[in-house]
């Protein structure tokens, strides 16, 4: 069965203190992982895909890196906008019509 | 261009009775997938229609049942609703029958009571 873990499960961090969140997968074959972030009340929004070991995104002070077993979403000088849950999930190559999601990591940051 | 939009936006039922989630598609895309979100936990896969055909189901009892109309929206339904199926209920629209890159509506709160 394939499985995602997501660790902290909560963060809290002072503007401009970088740090990481961890994805942690289990998956019969990945076809990709994604990043989402999520607001109190709302859909979660499209971050990231990442489709293979060694692949790296960037989009303003994130950066998603992934290897055959984890993905990292780094998080640098971030702002107090910042701050939501983020989720990470995989699609499988048996079953590729679904996302299967780990937990979130709620991320705070205090000004 | 008009998001991914959902109806109702919350919604209180009681024990046994049945809803009706309804959910509309970004303009062009044909694929829809329902999940469901159980507070302080990641979204769990429900469905995904494409091209107004089932392509997947999750682990899910027959109460939930949705379908795709010829415009590409979507209902989901659920019968004999249990406390348990308090969530927020959300609906993601893509461009092909995989969900590349999906975006997802504000979702449904459903409470039961």
Redesign the interface.
């Known amino acids: 069965e394939d499985q ?1 873990t ?1 660790s902290p499960e909560a963060l809290r961090l002072q503007e401009g203190e970088s740090s990481s969140l961890n994805c942690s997968y289990t998956v019969s074959g990945l ?2 992982l ?1 990043w ?1 972030r999520q607001d109190p ?6 971050l990231f ?1 990442l489709y293979s070991a060694g692949e790296e995104k960037e989009k303003e002070r994130l950066k998603a890196t992934l290897t055959k077993k984890e993905s990292f979403l780094h998080i640098t000088a971030p702002k107090p906008e910042d701050s939501a849950t983020y ?1 990470c ?1 995989v ?1 499988a190559v048996q ?10 990591t709620r991320l705070t940051i205090n000004p | 261009d008009a998001g991914v939009t959902q109806s109702p936006t919350h919604l209180i039922k009681t024990r046994g009775q049945h809803v009706t989630l309804r959910c509309s598609p970004i303009s062009g895309h044909k694929s829809v997938s329902w999940y469901q979100q159980v507070l302080g936990q990641g979204p769990q896969f429900i469905f995904q229609y494409y091209e107004k055909e089932e392509r997947g189901r999750g682990n899910f009892p027959d109460r939930f049942s949705a379908r795709q109309f010829p415009n590409y929206s979507s209902e989901l339904n659920v019968n004999a609703l249990l406390l348990g199926d308090s969530a927020l209920y959300l609906c993601a629209s893509s461009l092909g029958g995989e969900p590349t890159r999906q975006y997802f509506g504000p979702g449904t709160r459903l409470t039961v009571t």
Do not use: D, I, N, S
Request: charged share 15%.
């Open positions: 995602v997501q076809r990709g994604f989402y009340g709302k859909g979660p929004e499209f895909t989720l999930a699609q079953g590729a019509q679904k996302l299967v999601f780990g937990q979130g």
